[in-house]
């Protein structure tokens, strides 16, 4: 079975443009979640799709949006970059929940300059 | 708050213990999680551990639970210099979100 994909890994963009990260779950699963991790901030909860709908929200701004389709692929987008936007972001799917065992994708890595 | 405490940096000898630990926030929270960080890599499951129980087994990991001082730790017995990454420990907050533990730097020296 293969597992959770991220494109692209890498990333770079420069202040002000918006940027699209895609995720495809293992298949099966229905529950996508978005992180982002930085050195400072540690890794912190994004959003959480599941059948379409965001289920739950972490504590970003409206920049940060995403989507989920119905064959459970997800996006997140961020618009207007800031430099504070550099991170590791990581994708992660489950089977139902957002609790539930978690699978992770290796990350998209961006840079803002 | 939403704050999962653990210390930054363990450094152990090969064939040696290393205990790491972690202090969250919720008491509600149903499971508990140990997750691994390799460079370059996302986050690996290693164990979980649900909250009515105190200690979970599994090969080289124990996990240790301690829901009244809301303390969680992670023991690997013979670490190895494989078992050099990033550990975070999570907690679950209702109704369904996962927050991550500012992560522990364990670095394994021959």
């Known amino acids: 079975k293969a597992g959770v994909t991220q494109t692209p890994r890498y990333l770079i963009k420069t202040r002000g443009q918006q940027v699209t990260l895609s995720c495809s779950p293992i298949?099966?699963?229905?529950?996508v979640s978005w992180y982002q991790q930085t050195p400072g901030q540690g890794l912190q909860f994004l959003f959480e799709?599941?059948?379409?709908?965001?289920?739950n929200k972490g504590n970003f701004p409206g920049r940060f949006s995403g989507r989920q389709f119905s064959n459970s692929r997800s996006e997140m987008n961020v618009s207007t970059l800031e430099l504070g936007d550099s991170a590791l972001y990581l994708c992660?799917?489950?089977?139902?929940?957002?609790?539930?065992?978690?699978?992770f994708g290796p990350g998209t890595r961006l840079t803002v300059t | 708050g939403e704050d999962v405490e653990q210390s930054l940096f363990l450094s152990v000898r090969e064939g040696d213990s290393s205990v790491i630990n972690c202090t969250y926030t919720?008491?509600?929270?149903?499971?508990l999680y140990w997750y691994k960080q390799e460079p370059g890599a996302g986050l690996q499951l290693l164990t979980y551990?649900?909250?009515?129980?105190d200690m979970k087994q599994d090969q080289r990991l124990t996990v240790l639970l301690n829901k009244k001082d809301k303390h969680l730790s992670l023991r690997i017995a013979d670490t190895q210099t494989g078992d050099s990454a990033i550990y975070f420990c999570?907690?679950?907050?209702?109704?369904?979100?996962?927050?991550f533990g500012t992560g522990t730097r364990l670095q394994v020296f021959p």
């Open positions: 999570a907690e679950t907050l209702p109704p369904d979100k996962l927050i």
């Open positions: 298949s099966g699963h229905r529950s």
């Open positions: 992660a799917s489950s089977l139902v929940s957002g609790v539930d065992e978690q699978y």
């Open positions: 551990i649900f909250s009515n129980m």
């Open positions: 919720d008491s509600s929270s149903t499971y």
């Open positions: 799709y599941f059948s379409e709908t965001q289920r």
